[in-house]
């Protein structure tokens, strides 16, 4: 004291804290009335003892920080707020509490001027009963107020509903100052900061997006957000992504693009859950857009039934900056799968118009009215004939839709006029339509596609998963060992595939007149034959690939011991096809383009005959009848042995006109007859080669007849030769009414040289005669008991005299 004070004054002493001296208070507080708080006098009239203040300003305290929490912790999203705190004072009645929270914000509406809205209703817990609360507009603050004893130490656990609709500030809560001040009758507490986990925010949408969008398949993963409330190195974000897949065998770390050096990626999947996550970890501080891209050679597999609006991708970050809680990404890319899908035909044949095509397909999303499913056919073209390229079709679980051809796309389009659910199977069958196979029929390595603008999930064109595939051959010719008709030969097939032919795949040929007259028990393994007769012979053979034939590689298959047909093969000839079972590509009833041709003489006669007015010299009579058609210039070829002629030209006789003179060539032994125009398949041709030098030895003599027709070649063929001349004499013809140009009985004299047999014939040349109204070929009554009957040729004026005994 430095000043004498009287008795009873009232004395105040204020102590400053200065920088030598700090006056803090207890961290528990001063409680009102703690008689810790003494004080006593030494003077010179007189000493007291330590007395207790009677009156010390109460001073509250937290025996620890206040906390909230918020749940959830999303910015922008109504919250449940939880309150924790112990005082070192009793709360009364009457006391409160006052959390302020700047930024938030009350969705309750409230009357009209009123500073506070009660949330006491929204109160949660047994707390509810010792406290009041109002939400404090003008403040962005909670006021407790307490109306029942809380005792001193107690843990205060205060929750305000979600219902009570406060919202967490659009930006989120980082960086801000909660505080909690305490006005009680124990003592106050000024302003304390309240922790609490900052709540992060992201500014606009975030975006998914896959490339490309296609359902079960490696995809590059990009996400785009912006994290407002920032985030600093080490820390963590995790990109929730159920249903992809990734090998467990790969790396957990992955690859992103050189935009994306920010971050560094790893894949898990947690244990409980079974759901992947890529988790994103900081490099450098990100406070602006991030876009990042997750390789697709990182190997993720999307969903194997695409991404649908029902698909759910969440995102979350932790940082000291502002925790973002799992929210879900708001634009994500839909894009479907067609879970089955198939085109088939009728006929399977390349180049053919299809009479009935069947399409199949089940899609993993909606499809909605108006939506098109689009098959992509290349090679497909439009039959002209068919003028309508649209068709109204009725599937057959009762979906209506229109199907139109454009040519110009070579796309088939499907456009439905009722909604299609999701994962419903849709069969359609169109008959009658003008679209037609590729020439080059469908192969396994051309893609057909199926796509669709489905807003549920579009699908980029994709391959049909089951298409009939249909084969197609180049270059097929059959050759054979030897070109002559009626003879076992070996055949050989040749074929040029314009897809691949995979081991055992099957082949069966057909051939048309053929007859397998041995089984080729080692001249062929992989042949098995069938053989059934109708009219004719009809082969058919089974072939198994011993091995693969890749595609455009011409193969060989040599089917033995066939018999060819009587009348050869001649050009043009379509008898031989075959049919393939193979996955490549399926062929039914390909004929074989190219065919070695070779003809046949179906009949052919040689005999000599005597010339009625030279000893000397003979007449050849040649007859011959072709399978094919001999065409001007192409030689017909006469072989005889054991004939020494020289080199000659001799005169033809031949009543068609065909055939005027031959030459005899010496060095080649052989009559050469030219003919001077076409000579008809089948058609018999009759020749006379006149006055050949006589031969003595005529019965040794042999002949053959070949040609290089080109409708079939013949190598030569054994001709029938009778050796045997005869001569007739002493013939006359006399006429019982010998009028030119009148009717008149006919008296036909001669005699031969050799007897006649029964059935045997003679032939009189009447050139100019003529029986009136008789057909071409006429029966006549002979008046002869020897002669059966005679026929008349009128287009060769001949009388064929048929014998009844023998003469």
């Known amino acids: 004291v430095r000043g004498t004070l009287s008795a009873l004054a009232s004395i105040q002493v204020n102590i400053l804290s200065t920088t030598e001296l700090h006056v803090v208070l207890p961290q528990d507080g001063v409680t009102l009335g703690d008689n810790k708080i003494r004080i006593k006098v030494t003077g010179v009239h007189g000493n007291s003892d330590f007395v207790s203040i009677t009156n010390v300003q109460p001073v509250g305290a937290f025996i620890s920080s206040p906390k909230i929490d918020f749940v959830p912790p999303v910015a922008n999203a109504v919250t449940e707020l939880r309150i924790s705190f112990s005082l070192s004072s009793a709360l009364r009645p009457g006391d409160t509490i006052l959390l302020a929270i700047p930024g938030f914000s009350l969705n309750a509406s409230s009357s009209s001027g009123a500073s506070a809205v009660d949330v006491t209703g929204f109160l949660l817990g047994a707390i509810k009963s010792y406290i009041s609360a109002q939400w404090v507009l003008g403040e962005s603050a909670l006021r407790i107020t307490v109306v029942d004893l809380i005792p001193a130490k107690s843990l205060v656990n205060i929750t305000l509903s979600r219902d009570a609709g406060l919202t967490i500030p659009s930006d989120g809560v980082s960086q801000v100052t909660i505080s909690m001040s305490v006005d009680a009758v124990d003592g106050k507490i000024l302003p304390v900061a309240t922790a609490y986990e900052p709540v992060g925010y992201i500014s606009g949408n975030m975006e998914l997006f896959f490339r490309p969008p296609v359902a079960a398949s490696p995809v590059d993963i990009i996400f785009k957000f912006w994290p407002v409330s920032g985030l600093q190195a080490n820390d963590e974000c995790k990109l929730l992504l159920p249903l992809f897949t990734r090998a467990s065998a790969l790396p957990s770390s992955l690859q992103l693009d050189n935009i994306s050096s920010s971050f560094g990626a790893s894949w898990s999947v947690d244990s409980k859950t079974g759901v992947p996550a890529v988790t994103l970890k900081v490099r450098d501080a990100v406070s602006e857009m991030v876009e990042i891209m997750i390789l697709a050679a990182n190997e993720i597999i999307s969903p194997t039934e695409g991404i649908s609006q ?14 973002i809680q799992p929210t879900r990404i708001q634009t994500v890319q839909f894009f479907g799968k067609f879970l089955k899908s198939s085109l088939s035909y009728f006929p399977p044949r390349p180049g053919a118009t299809i009479s009935d095509l069947t399409i199949a397909f089940t899609y993993s999303q909606l499809l909605k009215t108006s939506e098109t499913v689009v098959l992509h056919l290349p090679g497909f073209t439009w039959n002209p004939n068919f003028a309508d390229l649209t068709r109204d079709v009725l599937t057959a679980n009762s979906v209506q839709l229109m199907i139109e051809w454009r040519s110009a796309s070579s796309n088939l389009v499907l456009t439905l006029q009722a909604d299609v659910p999701s994962k419903a199977d849709v069969n359609l069958t169109v008959s009658g339509w003008g679209l ?4 080059l029929g469908v192969r396994d390595n051309v893609t057909l596609t199926v796509a669709t603008n489905a807003t549920a999930g579009p699908v980029l064109p994709s391959k049909i998963l089951s298409v009939l595939a249909v084969g197609a051959f180049s270059d097929t010719f059959v050759t054979f060992s030897q ?15 314009l897809m691949r032919i995979a081991r055992n795949d099957n082949m069966t040929v057909v051939l048309q007149g053929f007859e397998a007259v041995a089984r080729p028990a080692t001249a062929n393994p992989s042949v098995v034959f069938s053989t059934r007769v109708t009219d004719g012979f009809v082969t058919k053979l089974s072939y198994t690939f011993p091995e693969a034939v890749q595609e455009l590689r011409s193969t060989t298959i040599v089917l033995p011991q066939l018999r060819t047909p009587l009348a050869g093969l001649v050009k043009g000839y379509r008898g031989i096809s075959f049919s393939l079972d193979s996955q490549s590509g399926a062929v039914k009833d390909f004929f074989v383009e190219k065919i070695q041709p070779f003809g046949s003489f179906s009949s052919a006669l040689l005999r000599f005959l005597a010339n009625p007015n030279d000893d000397s010299v003979l007449d050849i009579q040649f007859a011959f009848s072709a399978t094919m058609e001999i065409l001007t210039g192409e030689a017909v070829a006469v072989g005889l042995t054991n004939y020494s002629g020289s080199s000659a030209t001799y005169q033809v006789q031949d009543d068609s006109g065909t055939f005027t003179s031959t030459a005899w060539n010496g060095d080649s032994q052989k009559f ?14 009759n020749l006379f080669i006149k006055n050949v030098r006589q031969v003595r030895n005529v019965a040794s003599i042999t002949a053959t007849i070949s040609t290089e027709a080109s409708n079939g070649p013949v190598l030569p063929t054994a001709v029938d030769v009778v050796n045997t001349i005869g001569k007739i004499s002493n013939s006359s013809l006399r006429f019982g009414n010998a009028v030119a140009g009148q009717v008149s009985s006919v008296v036909i004299s001669f005699s ?12 009189v040349g009447l050139p100019g005669f003529s029986i009136p109204s008789a057909a071409p ?3 006549i009554q002979l008046t002869s008991s020897q002669w059966s009957y005679g026929i008349w040729s009128s287009s060769q004026d001949t009388l064929a005299l048929f014998t009844k005994t023998s003469i």
């Open 483 to 497: 070109a002559v008709a009626n003879t076992v030969v070996d055949v050989r097939l040749t074929v040029v595939p």
């Open 672 to 685: 050469m007859l030219v003919p001077s125009k076409n000579i008809p398949a089948w058609k018999v041709v």
């Open 777 to 779: 070929t006429t029966t």
């Open 436 to 439: 037609v196979l590729p020439a």
């Open 752 to 763: 031969l040289s050799a007897s006649f047999q029964q059935g045997e014939n003679i032939l």
């Open 310 to 323: 029902f698909s759910v991708f969440t995102f979350s970050c932790k940082s000291p900056l502002g925790n």
